[in-house]
T-cell receptor, first 113, second 115 residues
Framework: ELKVEQNPLFLSMQEGKNYTIYCNYSTTSDRLYWYRQDPGKSLESLFVLLSNGAVKQEGRLMASLDTKARLSTLHITAAVHDLSATYFCAVDMVGGRDDKIIFGKGTRLHILP | GAGVSQSPSNKVTEKGKDVELRCDPISGHTALYWYRQSLGQGLEFLIYFQGNSAPDKSGLPSDRFSAERTGGSVSTLTIQRTQQEDSAVYLC?????????????FGEGSWLTVV
C-alpha cells in the first residue's frame, strides 16, 4: 500500500528565510502534485510534476521530483506572510494495482512577520 | 461551469439518516474524484470515475457509502444510515482525464455534520 509522508508537519518560520518541505513516498510513481489549502478553503493546485528530474517554479515556490529517491521537495525562497497555509503533496498511482491519488498529511506553514 | 461545483455546501443531519452529496465537474472533464477530509486532517481517497466507470471502489469506508456518475458529468456520493464519524468535508475534484497528468481542480466541498 502506498504511503506518502511529508515533513515537517508543522513549520513556523520568519519572513525572508528559506525552507524546504519534503514529500517521501513508498512505491514507484512518476507523477506528483502539490496543493495549497487556506483555512476553511478548498485546495489550490500549485504544481504538477510528471517525470524524474522535473522542476517547476512559481514566484517564491519551487517544486522538484526525484522518482529514483521517491522524493519531492517544495522549496520556499524568502518567505512572506502570504505564503502561510497548509501544503499537501499527492502521489498518483495511475495505472498501478492501486489506481489512486494519495495525499500526504500536509505541512502547516506559519510565517511570522 | 467555471469550476467544480458541489452541493449542498453545508449539511447537518441526524444520525441514521441518509444523505446525498452532489458534484458537478468542470465541463469537458472526464475524470472525477471524491475525497474526505476530517477536521485538521489530510485527504482520504474515496473513489474516482473515468467517464461513468469507477474501476476501484475499495476506498469507500464502508458499504454505507456509494457513488455513481451518469452521463459522464454529475456525480452523487450517497451515505446511508449516517454515523457521527462520517462528519467531515467531502471534496470533489475533476480533471480532463485520468491518464494524462492534467491539473486536478477541487470544489469548495460539502461540509457534513452528523448529530
Amino acid at each position: 500500500e502506498l504511503k506518502v509522508e511529508q515533513n515537517p508537519l508543522f513549520l513556523s518560520m520568519q519572513e525572508g528565510k528559506n525552507y524546504t518541505i519534503y514529500c517521501n513516498y513508498s512505491t514507484t510513481s512518476d507523477r506528483l502534485y502539490w496543493y495549497r489549502q487556506d483555512p476553511g478553503k478548498s485546495l489550490e493546485s500549485l504544481f504538477v510534476l510528471l517525470s524524474n528530474g522535473a522542476v517547476k517554479q512559481e514566484g517564491r515556490l519551487m517544486a522538484s521530483l526525484d522518482t529514483k529517491a521517491r522524493l519531492s521537495t517544495l522549496h520556499i525562497t524568502a518567505a512572506v506572510h502570504d505564503l502561510s497555509a497548509t501544503y499537501f503533496c499527492a502521489v498518483d498511482m495511475v495505472g498501478g494495482r492501486d489506481d489512486k491519488i494519495i495525499f500526504g498529511k500536509g505541512t502547516r506553514l506559519h510565517i511570522l512577520p | 461551469g467555471a469550476g467544480v461545483s458541489q452541493s449542498p455546501s453545508n449539511k447537518v443531519t441526524e444520525k441514521g439518516k441518509d444523505v446525498e452529496l452532489r458534484c458537478d465537474p468542470i465541463s469537458g472533464h472526464t475524470a472525477l474524484y471524491w475525497y474526505r477530509q476530517s477536521l485538521g486532517q489530510g485527504l482520504e481517497f474515496l473513489i474516482y470515475f473515468q467517464g461513468n466507470s469507477a474501476p476501484d471502489k475499495s476506498g469507500l469506508p464502508s458499504d454505507r457509502f456509494s457513488a455513481e456518475r451518469t452521463g459522464g458529468s454529475v456525480s452523487t456520493l450517497t451515505i446511508q444510515r449516517t454515523q457521527q464519524e462520517d462528519s467531515a468535508v467531502y471534496l470533489c475534484a475533476s480533471s480532463r482525464d485520468r491518464f494524462s497528468g492534467n491539473t486536478i481542480y477541487f470544489g469548495e466541498g460539502s461540509w457534513l455534520t452528523v448529530v
